[in-house]
């Protein structure tokens, strides 16, 4: 699990010390972020709301998916970025329940100025209607999807064809463009399990993955994990499907 280090980032990423063959799709690979410093990629840049051109971003309905890595923290500091950046974007948020251990969804719903969906089917013991998803209308909603962070978790049972949640059921069904940004332990990118997922999702003619950075495990205290793509990255690459009229 990677741990967001928010040390101001003082020098440009060093693209030699990246390592080689990344799995995915090399034409959808975005190039790598200016900020943050190779060395913590997990954290937001601190300078990223103050962008005085934002990159164009043609989605108007977005639907952002948080799972339970550690850099799911962020996702309050993204949803702001979001909306100072591309306030014409319509946003639903969605996180699964361990993503809850990492950040709340009130503070979710705060920013989002709406629901924030638990991608869980309801109990039954909560007010009629509460916290209920139609996957249908999930799937037919957003124009883009973007997972962020994508745990290993994630991208098993995605890549499988799971479909035993709401949101996953969604993400199985629709035709929206879905960006992917993994965040992985250490050793799990060079681990068979991700690189099988990884060539599992490319049948997906719809699905992206921005391949991980460096980033410092919690476990270790080494910059051995591989931390998620910035947002900023992500919508870069689906931007990059929209713009040649694949979207």
Known sequence: MAEPDTTPATRSPDRSDSPPDRPGSSSD????????????????????????TPAPFTPRRLL?????????????????????THPETEVRVAVTRSAERFVSRVALRSLVGGEVLLDAWPDGTGPSGADQIDHVELAAWPDAVAVHPAGLHFLA?????????????????????IGIAPALPPGAEQGPAYR???????????????????????????????????LPALLALIERRFTRGEG
């Open 29 to 52: 690979r975005p190039a790598p972020p200016s900020a943050p410093s190779a060395a913590s990629p997990a954290a937001p840049p601190a300078d990223a709301s103050a962008e005085p």
């Open 64 to 84: 952002l998916f948080g799972t339970g890595a550690l850099s799911v923290a962020f996702l309050p500091f993204w949803l702001n970025w979001l909306r100072l």
């Open 157 to 177: 049972r995605f890549a499988q064809g799971a479909a035993d949640t709401p949101v996953l059921m969604a993400l199985q069904c629709t035709r929206a463009v």
């Open 196 to 230: 099988r997922h990884v060539k599992e999702l490319d049948q997906y003619d719809n699905v992206l993955i921005a391949p991980p950075h460096p980033g410092r495990s919690a476990s270790t205290g080494r910059n051995d994990a591989s931390a998620a793509a910035p």
